[in-house]
Protein backbone atom coordinates (compact mmCIF):
# COMPACT_ATOMS: atom_id res chain seq x y z
CA UNK A 1 0.00 0.00 0.00
CA UNK A 2 1.51 3.07 -1.34
CA UNK A 3 2.24 6.25 0.89
CA UNK A 4 -1.04 8.44 0.45
CA UNK A 5 1.03 11.77 0.41
CA UNK A 6 2.84 10.79 -2.48
CA UNK A 7 0.10 10.00 -4.23
CA UNK A 8 -2.30 12.51 -4.14
CA UNK A 9 -4.51 13.27 -7.26
CA UNK A 10 -4.32 16.01 -9.47
CA UNK A 11 -7.80 16.82 -9.20
CA UNK A 12 -10.43 14.40 -8.02
CA UNK A 13 -13.37 15.85 -9.91
CA UNK A 14 -13.41 14.50 -13.24
CA UNK A 15 -13.89 16.79 -16.06
CA UNK A 16 -13.36 20.02 -13.57
CA UNK A 17 -10.07 22.09 -13.37
CA UNK A 18 -9.33 23.59 -10.14
CA UNK A 19 -10.16 27.60 -10.16
CA UNK A 20 -7.15 29.82 -10.47
CA UNK A 21 -6.56 31.97 -8.13
CA UNK A 22 -2.91 32.93 -7.02
CA UNK A 23 -3.00 36.45 -5.07
CA UNK A 24 -0.04 36.71 -3.86
CA UNK A 25 1.49 39.19 -1.29
CA UNK A 26 3.01 39.80 2.17
CA UNK A 27 0.82 38.19 5.03
CA UNK A 28 0.81 38.98 8.84
CA UNK A 29 -0.95 37.62 12.14
CA UNK A 30 -3.34 39.61 13.64
CA UNK A 31 -6.10 38.93 16.11
CA UNK A 32 -9.70 38.68 14.27
CA UNK A 33 -12.49 38.12 16.52
CA UNK A 34 -15.55 39.46 15.25
CA UNK A 35 -19.59 38.78 14.79
CA UNK A 36 -20.88 39.49 10.94
CA UNK A 37 -24.81 38.97 11.18
CA UNK A 38 -25.17 35.57 11.36
CA UNK A 39 -22.11 34.13 11.56
CA UNK A 40 -20.90 33.92 15.08
CA UNK A 41 -16.64 33.83 15.61
CA UNK A 42 -15.83 30.46 17.25
CA UNK A 43 -13.36 32.12 18.92
CA UNK A 44 -10.52 29.90 20.27
CA UNK A 45 -8.00 31.36 17.44
CA UNK A 46 -5.97 34.01 18.77
CA UNK A 47 -3.65 35.01 16.25
CA UNK A 48 -4.51 34.13 12.64
CA UNK A 49 -2.00 34.52 9.73
CA UNK A 50 -3.42 37.44 7.32
CA UNK A 51 -2.27 39.14 4.20
CA UNK A 52 -1.79 43.57 4.31
CA UNK A 53 -3.30 46.74 6.55
CA UNK A 54 -1.82 48.00 10.33
CA UNK A 55 1.25 45.91 10.74
CA UNK A 56 1.89 43.54 13.48
CA UNK A 57 4.78 40.90 14.42
CA UNK A 58 4.73 37.49 14.58
CA UNK A 59 8.20 35.45 14.38
CA UNK A 60 10.47 38.32 13.60
CA UNK A 61 8.73 39.51 10.92
CA UNK A 62 5.85 41.99 10.15
CA UNK A 63 2.69 41.06 7.97
CA UNK A 64 -0.46 42.92 6.70
CA UNK A 65 -3.56 42.76 5.24
CA UNK A 66 -5.27 44.71 2.69
CA UNK A 67 -8.41 44.96 1.07
CA UNK A 68 -7.32 42.25 -1.87
CA UNK A 69 -6.66 39.26 0.84
CA UNK A 70 -9.20 36.40 0.42
CA UNK A 71 -11.41 35.05 3.02
CA UNK A 72 -12.39 31.86 3.44
CA UNK A 73 -14.76 30.27 6.36
CA UNK A 74 -15.76 27.01 7.84
CA UNK A 75 -19.27 26.67 9.30
CA UNK A 76 -19.85 24.17 12.30
CA UNK A 77 -21.99 23.38 15.23
CA UNK A 78 -18.99 22.39 17.41
CA UNK A 79 -15.91 24.69 15.62
CA UNK A 80 -12.75 23.09 16.19
CA UNK A 81 -8.87 24.82 15.58
CA UNK A 82 -8.30 22.01 12.83
CA UNK A 83 -8.88 23.55 9.73
CA UNK A 84 -8.13 27.06 11.02
CA UNK A 85 -4.41 25.97 11.30
CA UNK A 86 -3.92 23.27 8.59
CA UNK A 87 -5.17 26.52 6.07
CA UNK A 88 -3.76 29.28 7.68
CA UNK A 89 -0.44 27.45 8.05
CA UNK A 90 -0.42 26.58 4.28
CA UNK A 91 -1.07 29.88 2.88
CA UNK A 92 1.54 31.16 5.24
CA UNK A 93 4.36 28.87 3.31
CA UNK A 94 2.86 29.85 -0.01
CA UNK A 95 2.94 33.25 0.41
CA UNK A 96 -1.05 32.99 -0.33
CA UNK A 97 -2.92 36.60 0.15
CA UNK A 98 -5.54 34.77 2.14
CA UNK A 99 -7.17 33.91 5.46
CA UNK A 100 -9.03 30.81 6.82
CA UNK A 101 -11.43 31.66 10.33
CA UNK A 102 -14.28 29.13 12.04
CA UNK A 103 -17.89 29.98 12.35
CA UNK A 104 -20.94 29.02 14.03
CA UNK A 105 -24.51 30.49 13.14
CA UNK A 106 -28.00 30.10 14.27
CA UNK A 107 -29.09 30.60 10.75
CA UNK A 108 -27.88 28.56 7.99
CA UNK A 109 -29.92 30.13 5.33
CA UNK A 110 -28.05 33.89 6.13
CA UNK A 111 -24.50 32.16 6.78
CA UNK A 112 -24.52 31.39 3.18
CA UNK A 113 -26.25 34.44 1.90
CA UNK A 114 -23.29 36.29 3.71
CA UNK A 115 -20.86 33.69 1.56
CA UNK A 116 -22.01 34.71 -1.94
CA UNK A 117 -22.83 38.43 -0.25
CA UNK A 118 -19.72 39.26 0.74
CA UNK A 119 -17.34 37.39 -1.71
CA UNK A 120 -15.92 35.09 0.54
CA UNK A 121 -14.01 32.92 -1.30
CA UNK A 122 -14.72 29.65 -0.24
CA UNK A 123 -16.83 27.60 2.96
CA UNK A 124 -16.52 24.52 4.78
CA UNK A 125 -19.77 22.83 5.73
CA UNK A 126 -20.22 20.29 8.55
CA UNK A 127 -23.16 19.04 10.59
CA UNK A 128 -25.91 19.58 10.80
CA UNK A 129 -26.09 21.69 6.97
CA UNK A 130 -24.64 19.46 4.45
CA UNK A 131 -27.98 18.98 2.82
CA UNK A 132 -29.81 21.65 4.28
CA UNK A 133 -27.04 24.12 2.04
CA UNK A 134 -28.13 21.64 -1.25
CA UNK A 135 -31.31 24.65 -1.81
CA UNK A 136 -28.78 27.20 -1.14
CA UNK A 137 -26.70 26.58 -3.85
CA UNK A 138 -25.80 27.55 -7.57
CA UNK A 139 -24.10 24.18 -9.04
CA UNK A 140 -24.09 20.45 -7.35
CA UNK A 141 -20.99 18.89 -8.75
CA UNK A 142 -20.29 15.02 -9.10
CA UNK A 143 -19.20 14.55 -5.67
CA UNK A 144 -21.60 16.57 -3.36
CA UNK A 145 -24.71 15.33 -5.87
CA UNK A 146 -23.25 11.42 -5.92
CA UNK A 147 -24.81 11.52 -1.98
CA UNK A 148 -26.81 14.51 -2.03
CA UNK A 149 -24.45 15.73 1.11
CA UNK A 150 -21.97 19.18 0.88
CA UNK A 151 -18.92 20.20 2.89
CA UNK A 152 -17.55 22.49 0.68
CA UNK A 153 -18.53 25.38 -1.13
CA UNK A 154 -16.59 27.60 -3.70
CA UNK A 155 -17.46 31.31 -4.46
CA UNK A 156 -17.23 31.79 -7.97
CA UNK A 157 -17.73 35.72 -8.49
CA UNK A 158 -21.13 35.38 -6.63
CA UNK A 159 -22.25 31.53 -8.20
CA UNK A 160 -21.78 28.90 -4.85
CA UNK A 161 -20.31 25.63 -6.52
CA UNK A 162 -21.15 22.59 -4.07
CA UNK A 163 -18.38 19.91 -3.52
CA UNK A 164 -18.15 17.14 -1.17
CA UNK A 165 -14.46 16.22 -0.30
CA UNK A 166 -14.88 13.79 1.81
CA UNK A 167 -15.87 11.61 -1.27
CA UNK A 168 -13.07 12.84 -3.29
CA UNK A 169 -10.50 12.05 -0.48
CA UNK A 170 -12.20 8.21 0.65
CA UNK A 171 -12.60 7.47 -3.47
CA UNK A 172 -9.01 8.94 -4.04
CA UNK A 173 -7.69 6.47 -1.06
CA UNK A 174 -9.36 3.50 -2.35
CA UNK A 175 -7.22 4.10 -5.32
CA UNK A 176 -4.00 5.28 -3.45
CA UNK A 177 -3.71 1.88 -1.25
CA UNK A 178 -4.70 -0.18 -4.57
CA UNK A 179 -7.66 -1.84 -2.25
CA UNK A 180 -8.55 -4.95 -4.18
CA UNK A 181 -12.07 -4.60 -5.24
CA UNK A 182 -13.63 -8.05 -3.07
CA UNK A 183 -16.02 -7.49 -0.56
CA UNK A 184 -16.81 -4.94 1.58
CA UNK A 185 -19.24 -3.98 4.74
CA UNK A 186 -19.98 -0.31 6.03
CA UNK A 187 -20.32 0.46 9.40
CA UNK A 188 -22.73 3.03 9.94
CA UNK A 189 -25.80 4.91 8.14
CA UNK A 190 -24.77 8.95 8.67
CA UNK A 191 -23.62 10.90 6.51
CA UNK A 192 -19.85 9.36 6.13
CA UNK A 193 -21.27 5.96 5.49
CA UNK A 194 -23.02 7.66 2.66
CA UNK A 195 -20.04 9.25 1.58
CA UNK A 196 -18.29 5.62 1.93
CA UNK A 197 -20.65 3.47 0.24
CA UNK A 198 -21.11 5.89 -2.85
CA UNK A 199 -17.17 5.97 -3.33
CA UNK A 200 -17.29 2.10 -3.03
CA UNK A 201 -19.56 1.92 -5.66
CA UNK A 202 -18.19 4.62 -7.69
CA UNK A 203 -14.51 2.70 -7.74
CA UNK A 204 -16.10 -0.02 -8.44
CA UNK A 205 -16.69 -2.65 -5.81
CA UNK A 206 -19.36 -5.03 -5.72
CA UNK A 207 -22.00 -4.26 -3.93
CA UNK A 208 -21.82 -5.49 -0.10
CA UNK A 209 -23.43 -4.71 3.27
CA UNK A 210 -24.30 -1.49 5.59
CA UNK A 211 -24.16 -2.43 9.00
CA UNK A 212 -26.30 -0.23 11.33
CA UNK A 213 -28.58 -0.90 14.05
CA UNK A 214 -31.00 2.00 12.75
CA UNK A 215 -33.57 0.33 11.20
CA UNK A 216 -34.71 3.43 9.13
CA UNK A 217 -31.22 4.94 7.57
CA UNK A 218 -29.75 1.27 7.70
CA UNK A 219 -31.64 -0.34 5.03
CA UNK A 220 -32.68 3.03 3.42
CA UNK A 221 -28.89 3.75 2.64
CA UNK A 222 -28.24 0.32 1.88
CA UNK A 223 -31.69 0.22 -0.78
CA UNK A 224 -30.33 3.22 -2.52
CA UNK A 225 -27.01 1.90 -3.62
CA UNK A 226 -27.98 -1.85 -4.56
CA UNK A 227 -26.84 -3.26 -0.88
CA UNK A 228 -27.33 -5.29 1.98
CA UNK A 229 -28.62 -4.69 5.54
CA UNK A 230 -27.45 -5.80 8.65
CA UNK A 231 -28.51 -4.93 12.10
CA UNK A 232 -25.61 -6.48 13.31
CA UNK A 233 -22.15 -7.09 12.75
CA UNK A 234 -22.39 -10.98 14.15
CA UNK A 235 -24.90 -11.22 10.80
CA UNK A 236 -22.17 -10.89 8.82
CA UNK A 237 -20.96 -14.28 7.20
CA UNK A 238 -16.79 -15.38 6.98
CA UNK A 239 -16.12 -12.96 3.41
CA UNK A 240 -18.37 -10.56 3.70
CA UNK A 241 -16.10 -8.00 4.89
CA UNK A 242 -12.71 -8.24 3.31
CA UNK A 243 -12.64 -4.38 3.60
CA UNK A 244 -14.03 -3.46 6.37
CA UNK A 245 -14.87 0.39 6.52
CA UNK A 246 -15.97 1.96 9.90
CA UNK A 247 -18.42 5.09 9.61
CA UNK A 248 -19.58 5.38 12.99
CA UNK A 249 -18.06 7.47 16.09
CA UNK A 250 -17.27 4.44 18.13
CA UNK A 251 -13.33 5.02 18.78
CA UNK A 252 -13.91 8.97 18.39
CA UNK A 253 -12.15 10.73 21.07
CA UNK A 254 -14.60 12.89 23.63
CA UNK A 255 -17.31 10.50 22.73
CA UNK A 256 -19.17 7.75 24.48
CA UNK A 257 -17.47 5.17 22.89
CA UNK A 258 -13.80 6.03 22.78
CA UNK A 259 -12.05 3.20 24.06
CA UNK A 260 -14.52 0.72 22.04
CA UNK A 261 -14.25 -1.53 19.07
CA UNK A 262 -16.97 -1.21 16.78
CA UNK A 263 -16.66 -5.01 15.92
CA UNK A 264 -15.46 -7.82 17.66
CA UNK A 265 -11.45 -8.95 16.91
CA UNK A 266 -12.22 -12.21 15.04
CA UNK A 267 -13.80 -9.88 11.89
CA UNK A 268 -10.75 -7.37 12.41
CA UNK A 269 -8.35 -10.64 11.82
CA UNK A 270 -10.10 -11.87 8.68
CA UNK A 271 -10.40 -8.84 6.89
CA UNK A 272 -8.07 -8.10 4.47
CA UNK A 273 -8.21 -4.20 4.24
CA UNK A 274 -9.19 -1.88 8.01
CA UNK A 275 -10.64 1.61 7.00
CA UNK A 276 -11.00 3.91 9.66
CA UNK A 277 -12.90 7.36 9.17
CA UNK A 278 -12.36 7.94 12.66
CA UNK A 279 -10.10 11.14 12.49
CA UNK A 280 -9.23 12.02 16.45
CA UNK A 281 -7.31 10.71 17.78
CA UNK A 282 -5.53 8.95 14.76
CA UNK A 283 -4.22 5.93 16.27
CA UNK A 284 -8.32 4.67 17.11
CA UNK A 285 -8.86 1.31 18.60
CA UNK A 286 -10.06 -0.07 15.61
CA UNK A 287 -6.47 1.27 14.31
CA UNK A 288 -4.34 -0.08 16.85
CA UNK A 289 -6.10 -3.75 16.69
CA UNK A 290 -5.84 -3.51 13.07
CA UNK A 291 -2.11 -3.21 13.22
CA UNK A 292 -1.60 -5.74 15.83
CA UNK A 293 -3.74 -8.20 13.51
CA UNK A 294 -1.22 -7.48 10.96
CA UNK A 295 -3.95 -5.94 8.52
CA UNK A 296 -3.26 -3.01 6.39
CA UNK A 297 -4.73 0.06 7.74
CA UNK A 298 -6.20 2.87 5.98
CA UNK A 299 -6.98 5.82 8.89
CA UNK A 300 -8.95 8.80 9.22
CA UNK A 301 -5.51 11.59 9.67
CA UNK A 302 -5.89 10.45 5.99
CA UNK A 303 -8.97 11.71 5.07
CA UNK A 304 -9.34 14.69 6.66
CA UNK A 305 -5.69 15.37 5.54
CA UNK A 306 -6.73 14.48 1.73
CA UNK A 307 -10.20 16.12 2.19
CA UNK A 308 -8.44 19.56 4.00
CA UNK A 309 -5.79 19.61 0.64
CA UNK A 310 -8.72 19.36 -1.85
CA UNK A 311 -10.50 22.03 -0.04
CA UNK A 312 -7.54 24.04 -0.33
CA UNK A 313 -6.67 23.68 -4.04
CA UNK A 314 -10.90 24.45 -5.02
CA UNK A 315 -9.90 27.79 -3.04
CA UNK A 316 -6.98 28.77 -4.08
CA UNK A 317 -6.06 27.15 -7.28
CA UNK A 318 -3.23 25.92 -5.11
CA UNK A 319 -1.95 22.44 -4.51
CA UNK A 320 0.56 22.05 -2.36
CA UNK A 321 3.27 19.16 -2.10
CA UNK A 322 2.51 15.87 -0.18
CA UNK A 323 5.17 17.28 2.54
CA UNK A 324 3.78 20.83 2.87
CA UNK A 325 0.02 18.56 3.33
CA UNK A 326 2.19 16.35 5.86
CA UNK A 327 3.67 19.11 7.75
CA UNK A 328 -0.21 21.40 7.72
CA UNK A 329 -1.74 18.13 9.15
CA UNK A 330 0.95 17.53 12.03
CA UNK A 331 0.25 21.20 13.22
CA UNK A 332 -3.56 21.33 12.40
CA UNK A 333 -3.45 18.64 15.29
CA UNK A 334 -1.05 19.80 17.41
Partial sequence: MRGVFHSLPIHAEIGRSPPRDRSHSASRSVRFRT??????????????????????????HVRDITKDTRLCISLSARPTNIGTRFHNHL?????????YKAFTTDDITAAIAGVRGLGIRGCSVSMPWKEDVIALVDEMT????????????????????????????????????????????????????????????????????????????????????????????????????????????????GGPAEHDLPVGEELIRAADVVFDVVAFPSRTPLVCAARDAGRPVISGAEVIALQAAEQFALYTGVRPTPEQVEEASRISRA
Fill in 35 to 60: EIGPLRDAGAISLLNLPSGAPEWHHG
Fill in 91 to 99: YEVLDLDFV
Fill in 142 to 253: PSADAIHSVNTIVNDDGRLVAYNTDFIAIRALLDIHEVPRTSCAVLGAGGMAKACVAALKDAGFPPGTVVARNTVTGPALAERYGWSWAASSEELDDGDAALLLNATPIGMA
